[in-house]
């Protein structure tokens, strides 16, 4: 069996997430990708990824592998599948890895770019992308309460435990590689950078469930001086997801990079 | 009565262009702008634009004029006519100009730019604001072809006379500033530029029916091979409309910035 890997992009306003539903009605990022490979290969394909994107959630940079016992040219394989796909989903590129590899497991660092549009007007090119925030928010005071989440933390504050689950998550600890907040050029239009967009960046070796949207959803309420950046500790500390903030909506979150 | 300008931004995909029809079920910009003004003021308002956009164009910097004798805030204007308008029409922002300010006839220049994606797989985040080539094409080539435009030429050529319209153009001499086509980092997604774009840009006083669209579709024919930059010239000089390539398609261009 060959193993494949395929990085994707996706606008994920119109799916209920990567995770394949047992209700064929339900659309999925997974369900599309597995009929699509099944049909091109005419054998069942299961992917696995990187990121299982909640519904909403976009990826600039998903990564996924699947084995198949087809000898389909890579290049045929990423044509074929861009022809069959649905326009909201693309396939950046296929290569051919060796049996071990395993997009969900091998991962160094996944990166996550929540971005916040503060400004009084939305933007018509970018409005399914980002969180249109009108009330000014205090950039520095953002990063500063963000920051405070780099290193190793028990994120039981920062996560929804899905329901149907009666107990808590296994292990709630995870290692944030960075975690900033930048008035940024990280997105350019008609050659200028976009006014009043901020980037919310996390860089961790994994995520627990709804982690950078909880966090987000809190970090706003420190950017409108709501709360203090020290509170950030405080509520790490706690381990109580009451003492978090709102879930930030998923529209404004994008998987851009998984580093191997 | 006040003048007041108007800087707008829009996704032009679901609108017939600019200009308002006959027909209330024909979909406008001007045609949702002017009943949000009028719903807004309590009076008939009429727009006037620096750019008549067609079906499917977009733009970023579209400016406009209109008077009322209205004396409401140009904060409350701006803000209550977004809350009014459709989510793909934006104003950017408002201000009062003198009486004898007009959007159409004032500019200095205008500045379209018309994106391609040229590369194998689409971008799902830009796909309503590019045209897709999976084509290779020679950027030197069409850049060198595009500016033998510049300068002051005839350019019936490079124009459709509208339908119903017996006549030629009045005067199809227009002097055009800077015609350019860049491997560009125009537009930057996720911090990185967009692999594969291409920006073909286009300043000038004014512009003819579908000329940038058509300066594209043939300067599209001179990136893949088949025909020379020096071409250009021969069309120009022929006056003929014939003579240059298809119309590329509305979704690539926008309305990128009018100087006064």
Not at 73 to 102: C, H, M, Q, T, W
Not at 179 to 192: F, K, L, T
Request: net charge neutral; charged share 25%.
């Amino acid at each position: 069996m060959r193993n494949i890997k395929l990085i994707l992009e996706y606008d994920g306003t119109r799916y209920r997430g990567w995770q394949k539903q047992p209700h064929q009605d339900v659309r999925t990022v997974q369900g599309e990708l597995d009929s699509a490979l099944a049909k091109l290969l005419s054998e069942p394909v299961e992917t696995i990824a990187a990121g299982r994107t909640d519904a909403g959630v976009h990826a600039y940079g998903q990564v996924v592998n699947f084995k198949t016992s087809s000898d389909m040219a890579l290049s045929r394989i990423s044509y074929s599948l861009n022809a069959i796909l649905p326009d909201d989903i693309a396939v950046k590129s296929a290569e051919e890895v060796s049996a071990g590899f395993d997009a969900r497991h091998d991962p160094l660092w996944r990166e996550y770019h929540y971005y916040i549009l503060n400004r009084s007007y939305r933007s018509v090119f970018l409005d399914r992308f980002v969180l249109h925030e009108g009330r000014s928010l205090d950039i520095g005071k953002i990063d500063e309460a963000v920051r405070r989440l780099q290193g190793r933390h028990d994120f039981t504050s920062f996560c929804t435990v899905p329901r149907g689950i009666a107990s808590a998550v296994d292990n709630p600890v995870r290692k944030v590689l960075e975690a900033s907040c930048r008035h940024a050029s990280d997105i350019v239009w008609a050659g200028e950078p976009v006014e009043g967009l901020i980037t919310v960046k996390i860089r961790a070796h994994a995520f627990l469930h709804n982690m950078v949207r909880i966090v987000v959803g809190t970090a706003v309420e420190v950017g409108l001086g709501r709360r203090n950046p020290e509170d950030f500790t405080r509520i790490l500390e706690a381990g109580d997801r009451s003492q978090a903030g709102m879930t930030a909506p998923a529209k404004g979150l994008t998987l851009v990079k998984v580093q191997y």
